[in-house]
Protein backbone atom coordinates (compact mmCIF):
# COMPACT_ATOMS: atom_id res chain seq x y z
CA UNK A 1 0.00 0.00 0.00
CA UNK A 2 1.82 3.19 -1.20
CA UNK A 3 0.96 6.94 0.25
CA UNK A 4 -1.56 7.35 2.60
CA UNK A 5 -1.43 6.23 6.23
CA UNK A 6 -2.99 2.39 7.09
CA UNK A 7 -5.06 0.93 8.00
CA UNK A 8 -5.66 -0.12 11.88
CA UNK A 9 -3.08 -2.84 13.44
CA UNK A 10 -1.16 -2.78 9.74
CA UNK A 11 2.37 -2.24 9.25
CA UNK A 12 4.72 -1.24 6.87
CA UNK A 13 7.74 -4.17 5.85
CA UNK A 14 9.27 -5.79 3.56
CA UNK A 15 8.91 -9.27 2.03
CA UNK A 16 12.16 -10.62 3.47
CA UNK A 17 10.62 -9.98 7.13
CA UNK A 18 7.93 -12.59 6.50
CA UNK A 19 9.48 -15.48 4.79
CA UNK A 20 12.44 -17.34 4.37
CA UNK A 21 13.38 -16.80 0.46
CA UNK A 22 16.37 -19.04 -1.76
CA UNK A 23 16.18 -20.05 -5.30
CA UNK A 24 17.62 -23.37 -6.62
CA UNK A 25 20.30 -24.37 -9.16
CA UNK A 26 20.10 -26.32 -12.82
CA UNK A 27 22.46 -30.08 -12.65
CA UNK A 28 24.53 -29.90 -15.48
CA UNK A 29 23.16 -31.23 -18.98
CA UNK A 30 26.00 -33.40 -19.77
CA UNK A 31 25.23 -35.68 -16.74
CA UNK A 32 22.05 -38.02 -18.06
CA UNK A 33 22.38 -39.05 -14.17
CA UNK A 34 21.30 -36.01 -13.12
CA UNK A 35 17.55 -36.37 -14.55
CA UNK A 36 14.76 -38.34 -15.32
CA UNK A 37 14.76 -39.12 -11.47
CA UNK A 38 11.93 -38.99 -9.07
CA UNK A 39 12.51 -35.37 -7.88
CA UNK A 40 9.91 -32.70 -8.70
CA UNK A 41 12.01 -29.61 -10.51
CA UNK A 42 10.11 -26.85 -11.29
CA UNK A 43 11.13 -24.15 -13.49
CA UNK A 44 9.53 -20.83 -14.67
CA UNK A 45 7.28 -22.48 -17.29
CA UNK A 46 5.79 -24.41 -14.63
CA UNK A 47 4.97 -21.75 -12.65
CA UNK A 48 1.11 -20.04 -13.13
CA UNK A 49 -1.59 -22.18 -11.56
CA UNK A 50 -2.37 -21.47 -7.60
CA UNK A 51 -1.05 -24.70 -6.79
CA UNK A 52 2.06 -26.93 -8.46
CA UNK A 53 1.47 -30.59 -7.45
CA UNK A 54 3.93 -32.24 -10.17
CA UNK A 55 6.82 -30.66 -12.32
CA UNK A 56 7.76 -30.38 -15.80
CA UNK A 57 10.97 -32.25 -15.09
CA UNK A 58 12.11 -34.25 -12.47
CA UNK A 59 15.60 -34.65 -11.05
CA UNK A 60 17.85 -37.36 -9.23
CA UNK A 61 19.75 -37.42 -5.63
CA UNK A 62 22.60 -36.78 -7.56
CA UNK A 63 21.50 -34.08 -9.57
CA UNK A 64 20.51 -31.93 -6.40
CA UNK A 65 23.67 -32.94 -4.64
CA UNK A 66 26.02 -31.48 -7.70
CA UNK A 67 24.16 -28.14 -8.29
CA UNK A 68 22.56 -25.45 -6.72
CA UNK A 69 19.41 -27.13 -6.61
CA UNK A 70 17.84 -27.18 -3.47
CA UNK A 71 14.76 -28.42 -1.60
CA UNK A 72 11.92 -26.35 -0.61
CA UNK A 73 9.12 -27.56 1.35
CA UNK A 74 5.22 -27.86 -0.25
CA UNK A 75 3.65 -24.80 0.96
CA UNK A 76 6.79 -22.47 -0.09
CA UNK A 77 6.01 -19.48 -2.88
CA UNK A 78 7.25 -19.75 -6.00
CA UNK A 79 7.90 -16.72 -7.87
CA UNK A 80 9.85 -16.27 -11.59
CA UNK A 81 12.52 -13.74 -11.67
CA UNK A 82 14.30 -13.72 -15.55
CA UNK A 83 12.68 -12.71 -18.97
CA UNK A 84 9.05 -12.65 -20.02
CA UNK A 85 7.77 -14.71 -17.23
CA UNK A 86 8.75 -12.47 -14.23
CA UNK A 87 6.01 -12.16 -11.50
CA UNK A 88 4.50 -15.51 -12.33
CA UNK A 89 3.63 -17.17 -9.08
CA UNK A 90 2.70 -20.29 -7.68
CA UNK A 91 2.06 -22.27 -4.55
CA UNK A 92 4.40 -25.39 -3.81
CA UNK A 93 1.62 -27.96 -3.26
CA UNK A 94 4.53 -30.52 -2.95
CA UNK A 95 7.91 -30.59 -1.75
CA UNK A 96 10.22 -29.44 -4.91
CA UNK A 97 13.11 -28.61 -6.38
CA UNK A 98 13.46 -25.77 -8.72
CA UNK A 99 16.09 -24.18 -10.99
CA UNK A 100 17.97 -20.64 -10.42
CA UNK A 101 15.03 -19.17 -12.04
CA UNK A 102 12.62 -19.37 -9.46
CA UNK A 103 12.41 -17.25 -6.40
CA UNK A 104 11.22 -19.40 -3.69
CA UNK A 105 9.64 -18.01 -0.53
CA UNK A 106 9.09 -19.94 3.15
CA UNK A 107 5.90 -18.25 4.85
CA UNK A 108 7.64 -17.79 8.56
CA UNK A 109 5.35 -19.50 11.25
CA UNK A 110 2.76 -16.91 12.62
CA UNK A 111 3.66 -14.19 10.23
CA UNK A 112 1.94 -15.26 7.19
CA UNK A 113 0.69 -17.73 5.39
CA UNK A 114 1.27 -19.18 1.87
CA UNK A 115 -2.45 -18.31 0.24
CA UNK A 116 -1.80 -14.78 1.81
CA UNK A 117 1.91 -14.56 0.12
CA UNK A 118 0.70 -16.03 -3.15
CA UNK A 119 -2.26 -13.55 -3.78
CA UNK A 120 -0.10 -10.46 -2.58
CA UNK A 121 3.05 -11.78 -5.16
CA UNK A 122 -0.25 -11.93 -7.75
CA UNK A 123 -1.08 -8.40 -6.82
CA UNK A 124 2.54 -6.96 -6.89
CA UNK A 125 3.03 -8.72 -10.66
CA UNK A 126 3.33 -5.70 -12.64
CA UNK A 127 5.46 -3.78 -10.00
CA UNK A 128 8.04 -6.76 -10.46
CA UNK A 129 8.09 -6.43 -14.21
CA UNK A 130 8.68 -2.45 -13.75
CA UNK A 131 11.79 -3.07 -12.02
CA UNK A 132 12.97 -5.81 -14.26
CA UNK A 133 12.95 -3.75 -17.28
CA UNK A 134 16.32 -3.04 -18.97
CA UNK A 135 18.21 -5.49 -20.89
CA UNK A 136 17.70 -7.98 -23.65
CA UNK A 137 17.19 -10.49 -20.77
CA UNK A 138 15.41 -8.50 -18.10
CA UNK A 139 15.53 -9.93 -14.56
CA UNK A 140 14.84 -9.00 -10.96
CA UNK A 141 16.94 -10.82 -8.16
CA UNK A 142 16.16 -12.12 -5.14
CA UNK A 143 17.21 -8.75 -3.39
CA UNK A 144 14.56 -7.26 -5.18
CA UNK A 145 12.01 -9.62 -3.72
CA UNK A 146 13.47 -9.71 -0.78
CA UNK A 147 13.48 -5.43 -0.74
CA UNK A 148 9.94 -5.43 -1.93
CA UNK A 149 7.72 -3.52 0.34
CA UNK A 150 4.39 -4.18 1.58
CA UNK A 151 2.00 -3.31 4.10
CA UNK A 152 1.03 -6.35 5.97
CA UNK A 153 -2.43 -6.91 8.25
CA UNK A 154 -2.35 -8.56 11.17
CA UNK A 155 -2.33 -12.43 10.81
CA UNK A 156 -6.15 -13.04 11.71
CA UNK A 157 -6.79 -10.04 9.16
CA UNK A 158 -4.90 -12.33 6.35
CA UNK A 159 -6.67 -15.05 6.75
CA UNK A 160 -9.85 -13.08 6.15
CA UNK A 161 -8.41 -11.37 2.92
CA UNK A 162 -7.59 -14.78 1.65
CA UNK A 163 -10.89 -15.98 2.13
CA UNK A 164 -12.42 -12.76 0.73
CA UNK A 165 -10.35 -13.43 -2.29
CA UNK A 166 -10.88 -17.06 -2.84
CA UNK A 167 -14.75 -16.37 -2.60
CA UNK A 168 -14.46 -13.44 -5.05
CA UNK A 169 -11.77 -14.51 -7.61
CA UNK A 170 -13.44 -17.44 -7.99
CA UNK A 171 -16.33 -16.34 -9.43
CA UNK A 172 -14.38 -14.10 -11.52
CA UNK A 173 -13.07 -17.32 -12.91
CA UNK A 174 -16.08 -19.10 -13.37
CA UNK A 175 -17.76 -15.33 -15.03
CA UNK A 176 -14.48 -15.59 -17.33
CA UNK A 177 -15.02 -18.94 -18.24
CA UNK A 178 -18.95 -18.84 -19.44
CA UNK A 179 -18.08 -15.60 -21.21
CA UNK A 180 -15.32 -17.65 -22.91
CA UNK A 181 -17.55 -20.35 -24.09
CA UNK A 182 -19.94 -17.84 -25.81
CA UNK A 183 -17.88 -17.21 -28.98
CA UNK A 184 -17.75 -20.86 -29.87
CA UNK A 185 -21.64 -20.73 -29.40
CA UNK A 186 -21.75 -17.99 -31.55
CA UNK A 187 -19.66 -19.80 -33.97
CA UNK A 188 -22.00 -22.58 -34.10
CA UNK A 189 -24.67 -20.37 -34.32
CA UNK A 190 -23.47 -18.76 -37.50
CA UNK A 191 -22.82 -21.84 -39.02
CA UNK A 192 -26.61 -23.41 -38.12
CA UNK A 193 -27.99 -20.40 -40.10
CA UNK A 194 -25.41 -20.69 -43.04
CA UNK A 195 -26.71 -24.71 -43.29
CA UNK A 196 -30.56 -23.09 -42.82
CA UNK A 197 -29.71 -21.03 -45.63
CA UNK A 198 -27.99 -24.00 -47.66
CA UNK A 199 -30.92 -26.47 -47.22
CA UNK A 200 -34.04 -23.66 -48.16
CA UNK A 201 -34.60 -23.79 -44.64
CA UNK A 202 -34.27 -20.26 -43.47
CA UNK A 203 -36.60 -18.63 -45.65
CA UNK A 204 -39.53 -20.97 -45.73
CA UNK A 205 -42.65 -18.69 -46.09
CA UNK A 206 -41.94 -18.21 -50.15
CA UNK A 207 -43.49 -20.42 -52.27
CA UNK A 208 -39.93 -21.46 -54.22
CA UNK A 209 -38.37 -23.84 -56.63
CA UNK A 210 -37.18 -26.56 -53.83
CA UNK A 211 -34.93 -28.75 -56.60
CA UNK A 212 -31.17 -29.06 -55.78
CA UNK A 213 -28.69 -28.21 -59.15
CA UNK A 214 -25.49 -29.40 -58.87
CA UNK A 215 -22.72 -25.93 -59.71
CA UNK A 216 -22.58 -27.50 -63.58
CA UNK A 217 -26.12 -27.49 -63.81
CA UNK A 218 -26.13 -24.15 -62.42
CA UNK A 219 -23.62 -22.94 -65.09
CA UNK A 220 -21.30 -21.42 -63.00
CA UNK A 221 -17.91 -20.28 -64.52
CA UNK A 222 -14.56 -21.78 -62.30
CA UNK A 223 -11.15 -21.18 -62.79
CA UNK A 224 -8.39 -22.70 -60.93
CA UNK A 225 -5.25 -20.27 -59.59
CA UNK A 226 -2.30 -19.75 -61.82
CA UNK A 227 0.59 -22.72 -61.73
CA UNK A 228 2.97 -22.58 -59.60
CA UNK A 229 5.26 -22.09 -62.95
CA UNK A 230 3.63 -18.87 -63.33
CA UNK A 231 3.92 -17.66 -59.88
CA UNK A 232 6.99 -18.22 -58.27
CA UNK A 233 7.94 -17.42 -54.56
CA UNK A 234 10.48 -14.77 -55.76
CA UNK A 235 7.72 -13.00 -57.39
CA UNK A 236 6.34 -11.47 -54.15
CA UNK A 237 6.85 -8.01 -53.91
CA UNK A 238 5.93 -5.68 -50.73
CA UNK A 239 2.99 -2.83 -51.47
CA UNK A 240 1.96 -4.16 -54.96
CA UNK A 241 -1.68 -5.58 -56.21
CA UNK A 242 -2.45 -8.76 -53.64
CA UNK A 243 -2.68 -12.61 -54.54
CA UNK A 244 -5.11 -13.70 -52.48
CA UNK A 245 -4.49 -16.94 -51.53
CA UNK A 246 -6.74 -19.04 -48.63
CA UNK A 247 -5.04 -17.47 -45.61
CA UNK A 248 -6.44 -14.36 -46.94
CA UNK A 249 -10.21 -15.91 -46.81
CA UNK A 250 -11.96 -15.75 -44.00
CA UNK A 251 -15.40 -15.96 -42.57
CA UNK A 252 -16.20 -14.27 -45.96
CA UNK A 253 -13.85 -11.28 -45.48
CA UNK A 254 -10.93 -11.13 -47.70
CA UNK A 255 -7.65 -9.49 -45.88
CA UNK A 256 -4.41 -8.75 -48.13
CA UNK A 257 -1.26 -9.00 -47.22
CA UNK A 258 0.85 -6.41 -47.82
CA UNK A 259 4.09 -8.64 -48.52
CA UNK A 260 2.27 -11.28 -50.50
CA UNK A 261 1.83 -8.97 -53.74
CA UNK A 262 3.09 -8.27 -57.11
CA UNK A 263 3.98 -5.88 -59.35
CA UNK A 264 2.27 -4.16 -62.01
CA UNK A 265 4.06 -5.99 -64.98
CA UNK A 266 3.50 -9.69 -63.16
CA UNK A 267 -0.44 -8.46 -62.66
CA UNK A 268 -0.43 -7.90 -66.55
CA UNK A 269 1.32 -11.40 -67.70
CA UNK A 270 -1.62 -12.83 -65.13
CA UNK A 271 -4.15 -10.98 -65.78
CA UNK A 272 -6.65 -13.76 -66.92
CA UNK A 273 -6.62 -14.29 -62.82
CA UNK A 274 -7.51 -11.00 -61.41
CA UNK A 275 -10.56 -10.56 -59.92
CA UNK A 276 -13.04 -9.01 -60.92
CA UNK A 277 -16.49 -7.50 -58.85
CA UNK A 278 -18.94 -9.94 -57.84
CA UNK A 279 -15.99 -12.86 -58.22
CA UNK A 280 -16.53 -15.61 -55.50
CA UNK A 281 -12.78 -16.70 -54.70
CA UNK A 282 -12.54 -20.19 -52.68
CA UNK A 283 -9.43 -21.80 -50.74
CA UNK A 284 -8.92 -24.70 -52.39
CA UNK A 285 -6.54 -26.14 -50.06
CA UNK A 286 -6.36 -26.74 -46.36
CA UNK A 287 -9.30 -25.78 -44.90
CA UNK A 288 -12.84 -25.88 -46.71
CA UNK A 289 -15.27 -23.29 -46.31
CA UNK A 290 -12.95 -20.31 -47.23
CA UNK A 291 -15.24 -18.42 -50.07
CA UNK A 292 -15.93 -14.63 -49.87
CA UNK A 293 -17.43 -12.65 -52.54
CA UNK A 294 -14.75 -10.05 -54.05
CA UNK A 295 -15.98 -6.33 -53.92
CA UNK A 296 -12.93 -4.18 -54.96
CA UNK A 297 -13.39 -0.72 -53.77
CA UNK A 298 -11.35 0.71 -57.39
CA UNK A 299 -8.01 -1.55 -56.00
CA UNK A 300 -6.65 -4.94 -57.76
CA UNK A 301 -6.06 -8.33 -56.82
CA UNK A 302 -5.13 -11.34 -58.84
CA UNK A 303 -6.52 -14.64 -57.71
CA UNK A 304 -3.55 -16.97 -55.86
CA UNK A 305 -1.97 -20.49 -56.61
CA UNK A 306 -3.92 -22.07 -53.51
CA UNK A 307 -7.45 -20.55 -54.51
CA UNK A 308 -10.12 -20.99 -57.49
CA UNK A 309 -12.59 -18.47 -59.25
CA UNK A 310 -16.49 -18.68 -59.09
CA UNK A 311 -18.12 -16.57 -61.22
CA UNK A 312 -22.23 -16.25 -61.19
CA UNK A 313 -24.90 -16.31 -64.03
CA UNK A 314 -28.12 -13.78 -63.70
CA UNK A 315 -29.73 -16.81 -61.87
CA UNK A 316 -27.70 -16.85 -59.02
CA UNK A 317 -26.27 -13.98 -56.66
CA UNK A 318 -23.14 -13.49 -55.99
CA UNK A 319 -23.47 -13.49 -52.25
CA UNK A 320 -25.68 -15.90 -52.23
CA UNK A 321 -23.21 -18.64 -53.80
CA UNK A 322 -20.81 -17.19 -51.33
CA UNK A 323 -23.24 -18.32 -47.88
CA UNK A 324 -23.88 -21.76 -49.88
CA UNK A 325 -20.10 -22.52 -50.11
CA UNK A 326 -19.47 -21.63 -46.53
CA UNK A 327 -21.98 -23.52 -45.14
CA UNK A 328 -21.58 -27.27 -43.21
CA UNK A 329 -23.25 -29.08 -45.91
CA UNK A 330 -20.66 -27.88 -48.45
CA UNK A 331 -17.87 -28.65 -46.18
CA UNK A 332 -19.13 -31.59 -45.22
CA UNK A 333 -19.03 -32.23 -49.16
CA UNK A 334 -15.92 -31.27 -49.45
CA UNK A 335 -14.11 -32.97 -47.14
CA UNK A 336 -15.20 -35.67 -48.56
CA UNK A 337 -14.54 -35.85 -51.99
CA UNK A 338 -11.09 -33.46 -52.01
CA UNK A 339 -8.27 -35.20 -52.82
CA UNK A 340 -5.07 -35.30 -50.81
CA UNK A 341 -3.67 -37.44 -48.02
CA UNK A 342 -1.66 -34.93 -45.97
CA UNK A 343 -3.66 -31.19 -47.26
CA UNK A 344 -6.68 -31.65 -49.17
CA UNK A 345 -7.83 -30.17 -52.15
CA UNK A 346 -10.40 -29.24 -54.28
CA UNK A 347 -10.35 -29.41 -57.96
CA UNK A 348 -13.15 -28.03 -60.62
CA UNK A 349 -14.51 -31.64 -60.97
CA UNK A 350 -16.14 -31.45 -56.97
CA UNK A 351 -16.50 -27.79 -57.13
CA UNK A 352 -18.88 -28.94 -60.80
CA UNK A 353 -20.68 -31.98 -58.82
CA UNK A 354 -21.71 -29.70 -55.25
CA UNK A 355 -25.88 -29.69 -55.44
CA UNK A 356 -27.11 -26.44 -54.24
CA UNK A 357 -30.40 -25.11 -53.24
CA UNK A 358 -31.07 -22.35 -55.83
CA UNK A 359 -34.33 -20.30 -55.69
CA UNK A 360 -35.44 -17.51 -57.23
CA UNK A 361 -33.75 -14.60 -57.30
CA UNK A 362 -36.71 -13.04 -54.72
CA UNK A 363 -36.01 -15.58 -52.34
CA UNK A 364 -32.05 -15.32 -52.79
CA UNK A 365 -32.05 -12.02 -51.77
CA UNK A 366 -34.24 -12.38 -49.07
CA UNK A 367 -31.78 -15.30 -47.91
CA UNK A 368 -28.63 -13.15 -47.81
CA UNK A 369 -30.55 -10.26 -46.09
CA UNK A 370 -31.62 -12.88 -43.24
CA UNK A 371 -28.34 -14.09 -43.24
CA UNK A 372 -26.82 -10.82 -42.41
CA UNK A 373 -29.37 -9.54 -39.96
CA UNK A 374 -28.43 -12.74 -37.81
CA UNK A 375 -24.70 -12.24 -38.18
CA UNK A 376 -25.02 -8.88 -37.14
CA UNK A 377 -26.97 -9.83 -34.45
CA UNK A 378 -24.33 -12.45 -33.51
CA UNK A 379 -21.63 -9.90 -33.98
CA UNK A 380 -23.05 -7.36 -31.20
CA UNK A 381 -23.35 -10.18 -29.23
CA UNK A 382 -19.50 -11.17 -29.61
CA UNK A 383 -18.61 -7.24 -29.27
CA UNK A 384 -20.29 -7.40 -25.77
CA UNK A 385 -18.72 -10.58 -24.26
CA UNK A 386 -15.79 -9.41 -25.59
CA UNK A 387 -16.24 -5.90 -23.74
CA UNK A 388 -17.43 -7.65 -20.73
CA UNK A 389 -14.36 -10.28 -20.83
CA UNK A 390 -11.97 -7.02 -20.61
CA UNK A 391 -13.90 -5.52 -17.88
CA UNK A 392 -13.63 -9.25 -16.16
CA UNK A 393 -10.09 -9.37 -16.88
CA UNK A 394 -9.31 -6.24 -15.41
CA UNK A 395 -11.26 -7.32 -12.49
CA UNK A 396 -9.24 -9.65 -10.77
CA UNK A 397 -6.43 -6.80 -10.34
CA UNK A 398 -8.67 -4.43 -9.42
CA UNK A 399 -10.37 -6.81 -6.52
CA UNK A 400 -6.29 -7.87 -5.23
CA UNK A 401 -5.58 -4.03 -4.93
CA UNK A 402 -8.31 -3.41 -2.79
CA UNK A 403 -7.46 -6.35 -0.82
CA UNK A 404 -4.21 -5.57 0.25
CA UNK A 405 -5.47 -1.50 0.81
CA UNK A 406 -7.56 -2.65 3.27
CA UNK A 407 -10.74 -1.94 1.41
CA UNK A 408 -12.29 -5.94 1.78
CA UNK A 409 -11.64 -6.42 5.65
CA UNK A 410 -12.70 -2.71 6.84
CA UNK A 411 -16.16 -3.56 8.18
CA UNK A 412 -14.16 -6.91 9.77
CA UNK A 413 -11.78 -4.79 11.30
CA UNK A 414 -14.52 -2.51 13.31
CA UNK A 415 -15.84 -5.86 14.40
CA UNK A 416 -13.00 -7.47 15.51
CA UNK A 417 -10.49 -5.31 16.86
CA UNK A 418 -8.88 -7.16 19.57
CA UNK A 419 -8.25 -9.23 16.80
CA UNK A 420 -5.78 -6.52 15.03
CA UNK A 421 -4.17 -4.47 17.86
CA UNK A 422 -2.08 -4.89 20.90
CA UNK A 423 0.14 -8.05 21.05
CA UNK A 424 -1.76 -8.89 18.12
CA UNK A 425 -1.09 -6.06 15.35
CA UNK A 426 1.08 -6.72 12.44
CA UNK A 427 3.99 -4.89 14.41
CA UNK A 428 3.86 -6.75 17.51
CA UNK A 429 3.94 -10.16 15.61
CA UNK A 430 6.87 -8.89 13.69
CA UNK A 431 8.90 -7.35 16.98
CA UNK A 432 8.22 -10.95 18.37
CA UNK A 433 9.46 -13.16 15.81
CA UNK A 434 12.43 -10.19 15.31
CA UNK A 435 13.29 -11.23 19.64
CA UNK A 436 12.96 -14.69 19.12
CA UNK A 437 15.52 -14.70 15.80
CA UNK A 438 17.89 -12.57 18.03
CA UNK A 439 17.66 -15.29 21.01
CA UNK A 440 18.24 -18.19 18.93
CA UNK A 441 21.41 -16.51 17.34
CA UNK A 442 19.48 -15.30 13.70
CA UNK A 443 17.85 -19.14 13.01
CA UNK A 444 14.83 -18.18 10.47
CA UNK A 445 12.11 -20.23 10.96
CA UNK A 446 9.41 -21.07 8.18
CA UNK A 447 6.02 -22.63 7.56
CA UNK A 448 5.44 -25.66 5.70
CA UNK A 449 1.52 -25.85 5.92
CA UNK A 450 -0.53 -23.50 3.77
Not at 228 to 255: C, E, R
Request: aromatic share 6%; net charge positive; with cysteine.
Amino acid sequence: MSGGKLPEGWVATTLQNIAVWGSGGTPSRSHDEFYNGNIPWIKTGDLGPRLITEASEYITEAGVKNSSAKYFPKGSVAIAMYGATIGKTSILGIDATTNQACAVGSPIEDITSSIFLYYFLLNEKNAFIKKGKGGAQPNISQAVIKEHPLSLPPYAEQKIIAEKLDTLLAQVDSTKARLEKIPQILKRFRQAVLAAAATGNLNQNISSNNKKNTLKEVGIMIKTGPFGSALHKSDYISNGIPVINPMHINDGIISPSLCMTISDEKYAELSSWSLQDGDIIVGRRGEMGRAAMVNLNQSKMLCGTGSMILRTKENIVPKYLELILRSPTAINYFNKEAVGSTMVNLNQKVINSLEVYLPHIEEQLEIIRRVEQLFAYADTIEKQVNSALTRVNNLTQSILAKAFRGELTAQWRAENPDLISGENSAAALLERIKAERAASGGKKTSRKKS
